[in-house]
Each structure stands twice: as structure tokens, then as C-alpha cells.
């Protein structure tokens, strides 16, 4: 049983195994860290851009809370009844004060009743009030008639008249005192004496009674006032503008409007009479609210003329304020807020207060729910209203257009590094398979090599040790002997010139002479070599020249070695009594030299492999023909030097034509070219 041999022994094939792991297993490792480190960014951002939502919540609404719906401080039932006796300017107002406030607000002041105390409501048309002459006394009546006689046939003095001094010392009722001095008024203004007209109007406006048409008679007294206001000194015409309006708004009556257009008309140095009436007018809007049955805080929104508002109750002794905001100036007001806190653009603010939206929700590109949301309740009688701050992102692909772009960059950083360890890889497994074909080759090569030098020079020293043994062989026998050893050499030649020329050119030592060369000739020449070595074994070379010969410019010396290796391989592979056939095609561009011959042909699935060097078709046909796998590869080369290419045309069974195409034809008396 033989032995087996020991493992050193054995014979190892190189693998790639360890130095491609060695190569990938960093890359990889590093291409693992930087993917996870990309991921970790954008969960990053994505926490960032949740911390920033919060924070923007929280401020927000903070800010709506404390401006927009913040308590508006607001005066109780004893200070409204201070208020009804007169303002001194129309920010004094309460109701001015709220509707100023951050966001404009329609209020009012209810009892605990639910009826309007403030703005004090305007009765309706008012009766007639004819005086009575059974309300004063004898003495009171006498004095009465006289002064109104004085007072009609215009006799009447001014604030200081007798009558009407003896008048009011007899203390009539206070109605009829205020009539007096208001007729007393009007006939001063008609005879002429404006500044005793003044004087009564003046006291007339300090009282509160009513005239016998039912209206308050200091409004009519205040509106002569501010008829005469040229008479006042310019310091005290504001004064007076702001004592009529005051009371005109203070005692509201359906001819309050009238009596402030009134004022406008004579109140040309200021804009106070203009103030007061966007007073009033803000009254009627509380007025009109409040009788829409508004009462106190309710929870859900309601609809007036035609528009939605919020109600916010406030608690104060005597009743309560109700505050009416509608959405659209809460809206506005919260924009203002948005503005002002310097929200980015990125992020989008929805702000809703009770089941409506005040800032609409805004559609996400990616369907995204909120970041953040905060919210607070506003209490009062009603139940809770609350308040609801959402944060979403109106466009998380611009949010995250930085942090993409960072991705995006490292992610290329980490494709441009792996792709560069892949072809460093590559490379290095195609250097080691370059190294092991290199290997595999020089073994091939030495290999037959020492087969193909081997045979002829053991056949040459066979034939010289029987001639040194000096048996004289028979004359034809010496000549086969003969024959035999020149056929030997030239093998050995062969060989010997194809390794030189592979060797001259893997140095870059080969050189090249182009010349005008008589290809017709050159293939004469050839074939003409070749016939004896074809006739040993038994086949024929014919020769075939078409078109037009001219000189052509190449090295003579290299296509001939390149006509020799075909004709050589031609010839080895062609059965004994087979012919092989070449020959010359001249066309105007190009010339074809073909060699072909009857041998067993070349499989399709090699032919493209048999121009490699040192490679042989097929075991058994290496063993069955003598070579060095050289040849053809020397063929290509000199074709390509000649501007060239050659081609195969092989079926198994049928032959096989090797085809070289020149490209440049050169016409007698051309100059050479020089390479």
C-alpha cells in the first residue's frame, strides 16, 4: 500500500481568503459605524426639532394667555356708578379699555340679575314731563308767573335778575329752578348776552333734571355750551367738549349720537369730540351684544350677526363683566404674537380655543402628526373653555434639508471610501489571480519547454553515440540520419527563436524596420522553407496570390516569422496527405494573408483563448503536437505592431483560417515609414 506523503509535502494552492478579509473586514466595520452615526443624526434632528416644538408651545401659549385672554382689571358696581356721573376723557371708559386691549374685546356690566348696568342702557322715547303750578306755593307761583313774563317779553336781566333771585331763594322744587335758568339762558342768548347765557347754561349742566319733553335738560344746556365755545378761554374748550359728551354718554338717550355730531360741528380745535363718539359708539356695540342674550361665561362659542365670538366672564362685586371677543380679531391678535415670538417658518402654530380652530390646521406634506401641544383651560361660571397650542412641521423636507444634505454628503464620503476598498479588493484579487496565471504559466512554460527540447536532443545524441561507436551505417541510413538531425536543429531553432523574440518583447527590447516589402515574394520564400518540413510529414503547401500585388510598408523579417508560426501550426495539426492553403488578397485599403489548413479545428468556446501565451488547446492535443504555447501569441503581437488585426474562422471536424488584415498598402515609390 503506498505511502502517503507527508503534509509539507503536499502541494498547496494560494487562496485570497485571508488578505481579502483583511482588506473588507475595516471597511465594513467602518462603513457599519458610519451608517448607525447617520442614523443617530437624524434621530438627533428629529429630537431637536421635538425640544424646539415644546419650547414654542409652552412660550405661546403663555403669551395668548397672558395678552389676548388675560383679565382686562375692570371696576366694580360702585365704581361704574362713578363713572356714570361723567368721565374726564374716553379712556377713563372701561369699556374703551377693553376694547384697547391686546386683543379688541366688546364689554359689558351685568347685575346679579343679568341686567345691563354699564354701558347704562338707553330708555326709550321719554314721555312728555308738563310742570305742575300745584308743586309750588303761593309766594313760589306768584314769583313763577311774573319771571315768566319777564322772561317772554324780554325783560329779563341774566343770572342776576331780581325775579329770579327772589325765585330760587324761596327753594322751589329743583325742576322748576333748572327750567328757569334754562329759559333765562335761551332769552340772554336772544337779546345778546352771551356770557349771561353762559353763566345759567353752565349752572343748568351741573344738575340733572329733566326737561317737560322728558329729555335731560343739562343736555340741552351743555349742547348751547359748546355752541358758545367761543366765548371760553381756549384751555377750557376741551373741558367743555368733555363735560358735554361725557354726560351725553353717561345719560344715554336716542339723541346722544345727535348730540355728539353736534360737538364734531363745533369742536374744530381738537379731536375729543371725534374720541367720544367712537366711545359711544363702542357702547352701542356692548349694548347690541349684550342683547343678543349673552350672559355669562359660556363654553361654547356663539354666533353674532353673522360672526363667531368667544364669551369670557369676569367675577366683580355688584355682578359680573362679560367680555365678548370674536374670532376674527383673537385670530389676528394671536398672528401678531406668532410674528412677534419669531416662530421659524418650518414649524407650523395651530391654535384652537374650544372645539374652533383660531390659526387653521395646515395640511403636512407627509401626513405628520403634532411635535408638540400644550394646553390650557380659561374657568369661569359657565364651565371650561380650553385652549389648545399644537406644533407640527409645515415642511419637515426643508426642516431637515441640512441635515439631509449631512447625510447625504457622508453617506457619499462612506459609498466614494467602500467603493475605493472594493476596487482595491478587486485589485488585489486580480494581481493574485494575475500571479497565479503567471505561476501556472511558467510552470506550463517551463514544462514544454523541457518537452520540446528534451525529444530532439535525445534523438540528436541517440544518433550521435551509434556514429561515435563507429558501425558505418548504409549510405541511406546515414542520410536519414542526416536529415533527421537538420530537422531536429530546426525544430530546435524554432523554439529557440520564439522564446528569444517572447523575451525581447516582454523587455521592450524588440525592434521593428518597415520598409516596402514584396509580400508576394516574401510568401514564395516562405512556403517555399516550409514544403520540406510539410513534406516530412506528409503534407503540401499551396500558395494563392488575387488582386492587384503592390509593395506594402512592413518589416519583412516579422511577417515572415508570423507566415512561419502559422504555417508551423498548420501544419502540425493537418492530417498526413492533408494540404494547407495559403495565400495574398490585395484590395485598394487593406491586404489579407490567410493560412488554412484541413485539421481537426479549434472549439468555439477556446478560440478566443489560443492568442494568449503560453496556452495550448486541449490535454490531449498538447500531447499529441510540439509547441510552447508561443506561436500564435507571437502572431497577434505582429499584427498589432503592423497596424493589424488577426482572426480566427474554426469549426471542430472542418479546419481552421487564421486571417491577417493589414490595414495600409503603400504603391511603388512611396516613402517608407519609419517606426
Given at each position: 500500500m503506498p505511502r502517503r506523503a507527508p503534509s509539507h509535502a503536499r502541494s498547496r494552492n494560494p487562496t485570497f481568503l485571508w488578505q481579502g478579509t483583511l482588506i473588507l473586514l475595516p471597511a465594513i466595520i467602518l462603513c457599519a459605524v458610519g451608517l448607525d452615526s447617520l442614523r443617530q443624526d437624524r434621530a438627533l434632528a428629529e429630537h431637536q426639532a421635538l425640544e424646539r416644538a415644546r419650547t414654542i408651545a409652552r412660550e405661546s401659549l403663555q403669551r395668548i394667555v397672558q395678552g389676548p385672554l388675560s383679565a382686562t382689571p375692570l371696576p366694580d358696581a360702585t365704581l361704574l356708578m362713578r363713572a356714570s356721573t361723567g368721565l374726564d376723557s374716553p379712556e377713563d371708559d372701561p369699556i374703551w379699555q377693553a376694547a384697547r386691549a391686546p386683543v379688541h374685546r366688546v364689554s359689558f356690566f351685568l347685575d346679579d340679575a343679568g341686567?345691563?348696568?354699564?354701558?347704562?342702557?338707553?330708555?326709550?322715547?321719554?314721555?312728555?314731563?308738563?310742570?305742575?303750578?300745584?308743586?309750588?306755593?303761593?309766594?313760589?307761583?306768584?314769583?313763577?308767573?311774573?319771571?315768566?313774563?319777564?322772561?317772554?317779553?324780554?325783560?329779563?336781566?341774566?343770572?342776576?335778575?331780581?325775579?329770579?333771585?327772589?325765585?330760587?331763594?324761596?327753594?322751589?322744587?329743583?325742576?322748576?329752578?333748572?327750567?328757569?335758568?334754562?329759559?333765562?339762558?335761551?332769552?340772554?342768548?336772544?337779546?345778546?348776552?352771551?356770557?349771561?347765557?353762559?353763566?345759567?347754561?353752565?349752572?343748568?349742566?351741573?344738575?340733572?333734571?329733566?326737561?317737560?319733553?322728558?329729555?335731560?335738560?343739562?343736555?340741552?344746556?351743555?349742547a348751547q355750551i359748546v355752541r358758545q365755545l367761543a366765548l371760553l378761554p381756549e384751555a377750557a374748550r376741551k373741558a367743555a367738549v368733555d363735560r358735554f359728551c361725557a354726560r351725553a354718554i353717561a345719560q344715554p338717550t336716542v339723541l346722544t349720537n345727535k348730540a355728539l355730531e353736534w360737538a364734531g360741528q363745533y369742536d374744530r380745535s381738537d379731536d375729543a369730540a371725534t374720541r367720544w363718539k367712537a366711545l359711544a359708539a363702542m357702547h352701542d356695540r356692548a349694548r347690541t351684544v349684550a342683547a343678543e342674550g349673552v350672559g355669562p361665561f359660556q363654553s361654547t362659542p356663539v354666533e353674532i350677526a353673522g360672526e363667531t365670538h368667544f364669551v369670557i366672564s369676569r367675577a366683580a362685586t355688584g355682578g359680573h363683566w362679560v367680555q365678548v371677543i370674536s374670532r376674527r380679531d383673537l385670530a389676528a391678535a394671536i398672528e401678531q404674537i406668532k410674528q412677534a415670538q419669531g416662530i421659524p417658518e418650518q414649524f407650523a402654530l395651530e391654535v384652537a380655543l374650544g372645539p374652533l380652530d383660531l390659526l387653521p390646521r395646515r395640511a403636512q406634506p407627509d401626513g405628520g402628526e403634532a411635535l408638540a401641544t400644550s394646553t390650557a383651560s380659561l374657568s369661569g361660571e359657565g364651565g371650561d373653555l380650553p385652549l389648545t397650542i399644537r406644533i407640527s412641521l409645515a415642511d419637515p423636507a426643508r426642516y431637515f434639508a441640512d441635515q439631509r444634505l449631512r447625510t447625504l454628503r457622508f453617506a457619499a464620503l462612506i459609498g466614494i471610501s467602500a467603493l475605493a476598498v472594493l476596487i482595491g479588493f478587486f485589485s488585489a484579487w486580480r494581481a493574485f489571480r494575475r500571479q497565479q496565471r503567471l505561476s501556472e504559466m511558467k510552470t506550463n512554460f517551463v514544462s514544454s519547454v523541457s518537452h520540446e527540447l528534451r525529444a530532439p536532443i535525445a534523438s540528436v545524441r541517440f544518433m550521435a553515440e551509434e556514429l561515435e561507436m563507429g558501425a558505418a551505417p548504409s549510405p541511406d541510413k546515414l542520410r536519414n540520419y542526416h536529415r533527421f538531425i537538420v530537422q531536429e536543429c530546426r525544430r530546435l531553432s524554432a523554439v529557440i527563436e520564439n522564446v528569444l523574440d517572447f523575451s525581447r518583447r516582454e523587455q521592450g527590447r524588440e525592434r521593428f524596420e518597415f520598409e516596402a516589402s514584396d509580400l508576394v515574394r516574401l510568401l514564395e520564400e516562405t512556403a517555399g522553407l516550409m514544403r520540406t518540413y510539410g513534406a516530412d510529414r506528409g503534407v503540401t503547401i499551396e500558395t494563392e496570390v488575387r488582386g492587384e500585388p503592390d509593395d506594402v510598408a512592413a518589416d519583412g523579417r516579422a511577417l515572415q516569422r508570423l507566415l512561419v508560426n502559422l504555417l508551423d501550426n498548420a501544419i502540425k495539426h493537418s492530417p498526413e496527405d492533408g494540404c494547407v492553403r495559403t495565400g495574398l488578397l490585395f484590395e485598394p485599403r487593406r491586404v489579407l494573408l490567410w493560412v488554412e489548413d484541413d485539421g481537426p479545428g479549434i472549439p468555439r468556446e477556446e478560440q478566443a483563448r489560443i492568442f494568449d501565451r503560453f496556452y495550448r488547446v486541449g490535454s490531449e492535443l498538447r500531447r499529441e503536437t510540439q509547441g510552447v504555447g508561443l506561436g500564435l501569441s507571437i502572431v497577434k503581437h505582429i499584427a498589432s505592431v503592423h497596424g493589424g488585426t488577426v482572426h480566427v474562422r474554426s469549426e471542430v471536424g472542418h479546419g481552421s483560417r487564421f486571417t491577417l488584415e493589414l490595414p495600409f498598402v503603400r504603391k511603388s515609390g512611396m516613402p517608407l515609414i519609419e517606426s
Open positions: 341686567r345691563l348696568v354699564y354701558p347704562p342702557p338707553i330708555p326709550s322715547l321719554p314721555l312728555p314731563q308738563p310742570l305742575d303750578p300745584a308743586d309750588l306755593n303761593a309766594e313760589q307761583l306768584a314769583l313763577w308767573e311774573e319771571l315768566e313774563d319777564r322772561i317772554t317779553t324780554g325783560l329779563f336781566s341774566g343770572a342776576n335778575d331780581p325775579l329770579l333771585t327772589a325765585f330760587v331763594k324761596t327753594a322751589p322744587p329743583s325742576r322748576f329752578a333748572a327750567i328757569a335758568e334754562y329759559r333765562g339762558g335761551m332769552a340772554c342768548l336772544g337779546d345778546g348776552q352771551r356770557q349771561e347765557a353762559m353763566t345759567l347754561f353752565r349752572a343748568v349742566s351741573e344738575g340733572n333734571e329733566l326737561a317737560e319733553d322728558g329729555f335731560p335738560l343739562p343736555l340741552f344746556a351743555g
